[in-house]
């Protein structure tokens, strides 16, 4: 309850977005894991169909992710919010009333391309509300994400068992409560001129961001590695214990540490140097979370129920290791994202990131699930968990070297360096001329030196001393003025005193 208590300090429109994220995970995981048993049992559909179901729906979200984030640059996030929760309520409603293959087909391509227009429109909108607090609204959301999905499993499971057809109704009305909500409440922000002069125009842009498609590369791990939660962890918990139930402890348990830790582990960050420098710390942990299954996955099935819980154990502090990388490394992942480019173009870079962690998660998980194919036919039950460490090795090592050269948004600059992008980082102090003691003040790219105090003194023009006469001969250009009465006058010792106009040193920073 602390965590909806501290939600009061955020502006209506946080509140409001993180109360829908709730609601919408809410919704998706009170249905959608049970959607293929429906099928299948219920409508005695085969087993293509019903992939050729659930697969509409991911086509639609994953490949239209750009275009969610499209519009919610180019309509602005809280109309493109609105539609996808109103294209969410009636794709649900669809497969309460619906039971032919057509209608089916519809409702699921629906519910994906609701999810493609308000993932990349909430963080567009969460990024631009936030200011400079976007971890920790990155954060909040991860938890209320967290709190909705064990909500809707719990909900799910109970009602699934009742009819399947009242948990799509109950889903409905969820996000049709959702879209009314939001229309009413939700705050109109202005949408940031766009000075490129068609669609295609924003995708070649961030197309051709290097920094950004080589941060999307290198974070291909976290989602691989994060998707294991429902394909590697829950057959590993099985064959541990022997419990069918095993996946759903594991999903249970690190959902917990996530409630208790994220917005701690958020904070710490901060504090000790912000989260970038931490990215690749994460990933490391994610991918050690796949070690200690070798203890339990590698040997012969347990014997009675306390050798079956103490694997299940293991595998409960896999799932918790796993989360907690990713709640190191997530929230500044998107966190970073809008500083690859232009604000205007929030929502594009979030969809793109968006469709490039759907590929990534479509290709490790094949992967994976080769290796498992593998290890199952060659008796070698290692080899889908050393796969898994890989990815994420090889992750942290990428990302390590993106901030390492400088390439990430927020990075550190080490002292004696210049920036990458931007004006150049000072480091060391600004001691102000004129002033007795050389009284010191920070320099800094917009740090402003502060001008000695006191009244302008005005000073008569240099004049440049003559030449003596030489009967003609050449003079050197060095030669030093003559020291009294000619027509060269020389100047005056300099005092310590106020600065004047007509001599400001040539480095003093730009006011």
């Not at 990458?420 to 920070?442: C, D, M, R």
């Not at 003559?466 to 050197?476: K, L, Q, R, Y």
């Amino acid at each position: 309850m602390r965590k909806f208590r501290a939600t009061r300090e955020f502006p209506l429109a946080l509140r409001l977005l993180l109360l829908n994220q709730f609601g919408i995970d809410i919704g998706f995981y009170l249905l959608m894991p049970f959607l293929a048993a429906y099928l299948e049992q219920g409508l005695g559909m085969s087993a293509a169909l019903v992939g050729l179901v659930l697969g509409a729906r991911t086509l639609s979200q994953q490949g239209l992710f750009v275009l969610g984030g499209s519009a919610a640059d180019r309509l602005g996030p809280r109309v493109v919010i609105i539609a996808g929760c109103a294209l969410r309520t009636v794709g649900f409603a669809l497969f309460a009333f619906g039971s032919s293959l057509g209608l089916l087909m519809c409702a699921s391509a629906l519910t994906g391309l609701a999810a493609a227009l308000f993932y990349p429109a909430v963080r567009t909108y969460v990024a631009l509300e936030s200011g400079d607090g976007k971890a920790e609204a990155f954060a909040r959301l991860n938890v209320y994400a967290t709190i909705g999905s064990l909500s809707g499993l719990l909900l799910g499971s109970v009602l699934f068992l009742a009819d399947f057809r009242m948990c799509a109704v109950a889903v409905a009305a969820v996000f049709g409560l959702l879209t009314v909500a939001q229309a009413m409440v939700l705050p109109t922000r202005g949408v940031a001129p766009v000075p490129s002069a068609s669609v295609l125009a924003d995708w070649r842009e961030a197309m051709a961001n290097r920094r950004f498609l080589l941060f999307c590369l290198a974070t291909t791990g976290m989602f691989t590695m994060e998707n294991q939660l429902y394909l590697l962890l829950p057959d590993g918990a099985l064959r541990a214990s022997g419990w069918k139930a095993g996946g759903g402890v594991l999903l249970a348990a690190g959902a917990l540490a996530n409630m208790v830790f994220q917005l701690r582990i958020t904070r710490a960050l901060e504090r000790n140097g912000g989260g970038t420098r931490w990215v690749s710390s994460g990933l490391v942990v994610m991918g050690a979370s796949f070690l200690p299954p070798l203890l339990v996955c590698c040997t012969e099935p347990p014997v009675g129920t306390t050798a079956a819980a103490a694997r299940l154990g293991v595998m409960v502090l896999s799932s918790v290791m796993l989360f907690f990388g990713i709640m190191v490394a997530h929230p500044t992942v998107l966190e970073m994202i809008p500083g690859f480019g232009r604000e205007s173009l929030t929502g594009t870079y979030f969809g793109l990131f968006y469709v490039f962690s759907g590929i990534a998660a479509t290709g490790g998980n094949a992967v994976v699930g080769r290796a498992m194919d593998i290890a199952e036919q060659a008796g070698w039950p290692w080899l889908p968990w050393v796969c898994c460490l890989s990815f994420g090795l090889a992750s942290a090592g990428a990302v390590a070297m993106l901030y390492r050269a400088r390439m990430l948004p927020g990075a550190a600059v080490a002292p004696g360096e210049p920036a990458v992008a931007g004006n150049p980082v000072v480091t060391g102090t600004a001691v102000l001329p004129g002033v007795s003691g050389g009284e010191e003040q920070p320099a800094g790219g917009s740090a402003l030196v502060k001008r000695a105090r006191g009244p302008v003194v005005p000073r008569e023009p240099r004049v440049p001393p003559a030449p003596p006469a030489t009967n003609g001969s050449p003079v050197a250009r060095d030669a030093a003025p003559p020291v009294g009465g000619g027509l060269g006058r020389q100047d005056p010792p300099r005092l310590p005193g106020p600065l004047v106009p007509d001599e400001e040193p040539a480095d003093r920073p730009p006011r």
